[in-house]
């Protein structure tokens, strides 16, 4: 399996600080970028963490809320000031097209590549992308208009042949691929060596899940069982409960529950309010329910793998 990298260009809430840029992420997967929500300060950060503009793809908008996307259209105007030719694929809810297309009509008109907008049905989980690596999944979440998660998931690999065994039975090349894919061999007198002698299992696929803006919601845990990461908002504390139930978020508490009960290996808390100017309590009330909780931060890169 190839590079798996999440990319934290933002984790802050609606409310601007000195301290966090709104929602972003980058993933890298196999140095293909797919972005995650695009919120303003996007493409500052982008050029901050060293990412390539050419290597992005698609991007995927949880929700039409200025924080997780008044980023788009600045983003989309650099691209065409470095002459990008290559199109641009936005996975949003179905009104975003109508939202940005005029955006895009006035400030970025006569743009050097196509810009395609994909509608994504925020009330059912539905496959939303899917090439030869990964599978990407909506996630439906409960928040005050219709908002999406996304799980990314590893395609299964190929079998790792045993070079030892390669070499014993003097595989020809041509052969190997078939066997990394499940075969057997049969050798030139005619004798069958299984798989299994020949081959190690494939890497377990990995699989990261983003869940932001949400409020606590079970219906999640059979999509994101056992994923190696799981990203959920926590914009709130133990403090602010009643807030988070009546802004529809989750609070950092109830985040970590939601990882506990989802069997996941990792939790990422972000979307932090601005009302904490120290995001340690937080991680604290999160670690009472799930041990594995880490903080999110702007320039923070976590590898998935092996």
Do not use: W
Not at 30 to 51: S, W, Y
């Amino acid at each position: 399996m190839g590079k798996f990298e999440v990319n934290i260009l933002g984790c802050g809430s609606a409310l601007p600080t000195l301290r966090h840029y709104p929602s972003t992420q980058i993933l890298n997967i196999r140095d293909n970028l797919f972005m995650i929500d695009c919120g303003e300060g996007a493409q500052i950060q982008f050029r901050r963490m060293r990412l390539k503009f050419t290597r992005l793809g698609h991007i995927f908008l949880s929700h039409l809320h200025g924080d997780h996307c008044f980023g788009l259209i600045g983003l989309i105007s650099t691209f065409a000031l470095m002459g990008r030719t290559g199109e641009l694929v936005i996975h949003a809810h179905p009104l975003a097209e109508e939202v940005f297309r005029s955006q895009l009509n006035f400030f970025c008109r006569d743009l050097p590549f196509a810009v395609r907008f994909e509608p994504v049905l925020a009330d059912r989980a539905t496959v939303v992308y899917e090439d030869r690596s990964i599978t990407v999944t909506s996630l439906p979440l409960k928040h005050r208009l219709p908002c999406t998660g996304f799980l990314f998931e590893e395609k299964p690999g190929m079998r790792h042949l045993l070079g030892d065994m390669v070499k014993f039975y003097d595989i020809p090349v041509y052969r190997r691929a078939e066997i990394k894919a499940g075969a057997d061999y049969i050798t030139p007198d005619g004798r069958t060596i299984p798989n299994a002698h020949l081959t190690l299992p494939a890497d377990e696929p990995l699989r990261y899940a983003y869940c932001s803006d949400t409020a606590y919601n079970e219906s999640l845990l059979p999509h994101i069982a056992g994923v190696d990461l799981l990203y959920h908002e926590a914009t709130f504390g133990d403090d602010a409960e009643a807030l988070a139930k009546a802004t529809f978020h989750s609070t950092a508490r109830q985040a970590a529950i939601i990882a506990r009960k989802a069997g996941v290996k990792q939790l990422l808390l972000g979307h932090f309010s601005a009302r904490y100017e120290d995001e340690t309590p937080l991680l604290e009330q999160a670690i009472e329910e799930f041990p594995a909780s880490i903080l999110a931060k702007e320039g923070q890169k976590i590898v998935l793998g092996r």
